[in-house]
């Protein structure tokens, strides 16, 4: 059983740039969310998608975009990357909401570090 | 606003040291509260889902359990490879979306 894969695992960015980071949920999930966690921090929501749409968003700028294709895979975009954009992005999958306390699993993550 | 706070920070234990690491809450209508484990630069593990007061849940040497207003995660006989940071997450009222904690940190040494 496949679980929450992300690529790439690292990568390194200038400031000002755009990165794009890339996710497939788990077998049976079609819900993808993700997840931005600072060193020695929580993660922090960033949205939600669900049918190929943003199902819901956390407080994060617009610089901050992404996109869910029909197999349930899943972009997260950032651009104008500053500084503080460096950090560990998590994918995770679900079952979709409406289920009461449903589970989330997350991949392996992508470490990001704006220079 | 919904808060979860985690507590120790850091706990530092011998190997075979039981010890339990808490996570407080003030949430209106808990969905769910999660325990997930993270090794350094990896992605958060799922350990536990418990969904109502009263509920325990055990998997090898973690045993989760449920109050109104807390959750503790027991460690018995731990081991250095339990040595990991411990996160808490909650689900409630209208939103599905999980709020973490700030996590535990957890050194076994041997």
């Known amino acids: 059983d496949a679980g929450v894969t992300q690529s790439p695992t690292h990568l390194i960015k200038t400031r000002g740039q755009q990165v794009t980071l890339r996710c497939s949920p788990k077998?049976?999930?079609?819900?993808v969310s993700w997840y931005q966690q600072a060193l020695g921090q929580g993660p922090q929501f960033i949205f939600q998608?669900?049918?190929?749409?943003?199902?819901q968003r956390g407080n994060f700028p617009d610089r901050f975009s992404g996109h869910q294709f029909p197999n349930y895979s899943s972009e997260l975009n950032v651009n104008a990357l500053l500084l503080g954009d460096s950090a560990l992005y998590l994918c995770?999958?679900?079952?979709?909401?409406?289920?009461?306390?449903?589970?989330?699993?997350f991949g392996e993550g992508s470490w990001l570090t704006v220079v | 606003e919904d808060q979860v706070t985690q507590s120790p920070e850091a706990l530092r234990l011998q190997e075979g040291e039981s010890s339990s690491l808490n996570c407080s809450y003030t949430v209106s209508g808990l969905r769910g509260l999660f325990w997930y484990r993270q090794d350094p630069g990896k992605g958060p593990e799922f350990l536990f889902t418990l969904y109502s007061a009263g509920e325990e849940k055990e998997k090898e040497r973690l045993k989760a359990t449920l109050t109104k207003k807390e959750s503790f995660l027991h460690i018995t006989a731990p081991k250095p490879e339990d040595s990991a940071t411990y996160l808490c997450a909650v689900q409630a009222g209208g939103s599905y979306i999980p709020t973490f904690g700030r996590g535990t940190s957890l050194i076994v040494h041997p």
């Open positions: 077998s049976g999930h079609d819900t």
């Open positions: 998608y669900y049918e190929e749409e943003e199902r």
């Open positions: 995770a999958s679900s079952l979709p909401t409406g289920r009461s306390g449903n589970t989330i699993y």
